[in-house]
């Protein structure tokens, strides 16, 4: 899976990223605060000259953007259709304006940059007890490293039905490639714990093999 | 090393894994064999707290594998049977960093660290490798290095070589045969033992004979086929 | 937090996401292609039950927040949160929670296979489509500007698909619990 950060120049590249994702937060807020068009076009502005900054190009821009833009003018013909054209013109530049500005962060903060600013987010939590950031940085390497698995294993078990004859369902499929993957876990939470990453291991009343 | 069982042993639920049992470990290269279920695994599993006695106590250069848990961890390496499960990083360096990760090493301390287990192993080429991508006894290797960058002194084994084609298991063992750790190490692959210095053979939860390789393996195979 | 959970966690949300590589799939008289996603987190719900269930799904958020294209059709980045059909990500929390709390009510072991599929079946409408509409159907009226009727109207086409879902992750739940069982159960 490859990330959405790209390595970059500019002052968009150089702004640290907790001043980056507080900007998005009040942009945000101040974009749903208003309901002025010619308000919401100039965030249109403003979102589209930070993602120029990003430096991405136009294919890459188009293509990151693609997805949620089509849902948007989706959402805003049926706002035009069912609502008002004042109402489809308010939340096709609203959520546009925050899609730019969004994406433009997005491909500027590196996934370390963004697990450091959690790391330092949820210390409160941390002195309570709730949560660790350990724990969270330790998971989402954990669902990196084991999605292609999990595709590799969806593969194999659609060769094994076509090799039966039988049309690869999604329905017969489910079922073993959840048992099989969430099988890994206790082999997985051992190798974790024999490496003295939590300070704990197993308990020993977990029935194990000889 | 001083590795030493106290009458220790291990129940689960109604079913006894290992009889208590007393003895020291304290060789260079120590074979453990035994047929599925004979016990063999757990008493393993015991030397690095992974499985904590249920009667008596395990300790390893003095340090108690309950009371003394995160200790004996550092001085025990485990690779398990399947290397897969034990890569837990999507990238090959980050796995092996991760290890050293909150000893506030200086990055380029940690980095140091990390090129000198590779080059120590012969993986400098897998560093950047995502791990779905590679397999077998790569994989393996990634794990000791993963494991002794730690600078364990002891590492324990379990069936090292049981998934790997011939290939990839002549590349284990000749990597295992330069470690400079004190090896303990589970097999079914009997060859491996040739040149290790006891073996212990186990059978239904018992140690059934405590030998040179040889011994041990005529023994083994007379169990296995009676 | 036990390792094995955090692992268990980990894992669901790995199969989260690798269903949100599938490609929609249409089912004949359903009037939308129906993507496996969210079937996904109903999953969460009745193989993990609630606690680990929701923090599978939030995992997944997090990861597609921070830059990773996880979600159905390569979305990812912070901009997820500014779509109109933002309701229904958030929702996915609510419905695992959900899905997860009546599963683990409503489903024992000691049951025949028929009464675990319905309490299946009952906790993954009630999560997956009641609750999670009751968030994405308000979010995409505000975001649209339509208000709750029309939004809801809009919405009814892919109910069909989600009940079929539904019906999906109950007959799973029913296997896994069989197969390998991990649903805690709540007194």
């Known amino acids: 899976m490859r990330s959405l950060h790209v390595e970059g120049t500019g002052w968009l590249y150089r702004l640290s990223p907790r001043v980056k994702l507080i900007s998005l937060a009040l942009f945000s807020i101040a974009l749903f605060m208003t309901r002025d068009p010619f308000l919401l076009a100039v965030g249109l502005l403003v979102g589209g000259g930070v993602l120029w900054q990003a430096h991405l190009g136009l294919k890459e821009t188009l293509s990151r953007l693609r997805p949620v833009m089509l849902t948007i003018t989706v959402i805003a013909l049926f706002s035009f259709v069912f609502a008002s054209p004042l109402e489809a013109t308010i939340s096709l530049f609203r959520l546009t304006a925050l899609t730019l500005l969004a994406t433009a962060i997005t491909a500027s903060v590196s996934i370390s940059q963004f697990m450091d600013e959690i790391t330092l987010a949820i210390r409160p939590l941390e002195k309570l007890g709730l949560a660790k950031a350990a724990d969270i940085g330790l998971a989402v390497g954990l669902v990196i490293r084991f999605v292609p698995e999990v595709v590799h294993r969806y593969e194999l078990l659609q060769d094994a039905h076509r090799a039966r004859g039988i049309r690869a369902k999604l329905h017969t499929i489910l079922v073993p490639l959840i048992i099989m993957t969430l099988k890994d876990a206790d082999a997985i939470a ?9 300070g704990q291991t197993s308990s020993p009343d977990i029935l194990r093999g000889d | 090393m001083d590795i030493c069982f106290n009458q220790a042993g291990a129940r689960f639920e109604n079913r006894t894994a290992l009889h208590p049992l007393s003895l020291t470990l304290n060789e260079h290269r120590i074979g453990i064999i035994g047929l599925n279920g004979s016990g063999k695994t757990t008493f393993a599993r015991m030397i690095n707290g992974l499985t904590k006695p249920t009667s008596g106590t395990v300790t390893v250069n003095g340090l108690d594998t309950v009371k003394d848990e995160a200790a004996v961890l550092r001085q025990v390496g485990f690779i398990f049977q399947n290397p897969q499960n034990q890569i837990i990083l999507p990238v090959i360096r980050d796995d092996i960093a991760f290890g050293l990760k909150n000893r506030g090493l200086s990055k380029a301390a940690l980095d140091a660290a990390v090129e000198a287990v590779l080059q120590r192993l012969g993986i400098e080429h897998l560093a950047n490798r995502r ?11 990634v794990a000791l290095a993963a494991l002794t960058i730690t600078g364990p002194q002891i590492l324990i084994m379990d069936e090292p070589t049981n998934q790997l084609d011939l290939k990839n298991r002549a590349l284990v063992e000749k990597t295992m045969a330069k470690l400079e750790q004190d090896l303990i190490v589970i097999t079914h692959d009997l060859a491996l033992l040739e040149t290790f210095d006891r073996v212990l053979v186990f059978n239904q939860g018992s140690l059934h004979a405590d030998t040179s390789p040889a011994n041990a393996i005529s023994l083994y195979r007379e169990l296995a086929l009676s | 937090m036990k390792t094995r959970d955090l692992v268990l966690i980990a894992l669901f949300s790995a199969i989260i996401i690798a269903l949100g ?16 996603q969210s079937l996904g987190v109903m999953l969460a719900g009745v193989v993990l039950g609630a606690k680990r269930g929701t923090l599978a799904v939030l995992l997944t958020i997090l990861i597609a927040a921070i830059g990773l294209p996880v979600l159905s059709g390569g979305r990812g980045g912070l901009s997820i949160f500014n779509t109109p059909t ?13 899905t997860g709390y009546l599963s683990e009510k409503l489903v024992n072991r000691q049951q025949s296979g028929l009464v675990q599929g319905v309490g299946f079946f009952i906790a993954s409408v009630t999560g997956g489509v009641v609750v999670l509409y009751a968030f ?11 208000g709750l009727e029309k939004a809801f109207l809009g919405s009814l086409a892919f109910i069909p698909g989600d009940v079929l879902k539904a019906v999906l992750a109950a007959l799973a739940g029913r296997a896994v619990l069989a197969g390998y069982p991990l649903l805690p159960h709540r007194a």
């Open chain 3, 21 to 36: 590589l599938l490609p929609p799939i249409p089912v004949a008289i359903i009037p939308v292609p129906i993507t496996a």
């Open chain 2, 131 to 141: 791990a779905h991508e590679i397999s077998g006894g790569e994989l393996q290797l």
């Open chain 3, 86 to 98: 933002t309701g229904y990500l958030i929702g996915w929390i609510f419905a695992a929670f959900v």
């Open chain 3, 136 to 146: 994405g159907v308000p979010y995409l009226g505000y975001a649209a500007g339509t």
């Open chain 1, 190 to 198: 051992d190798a974790i714990d024999a490496r003295g990453f939590r």
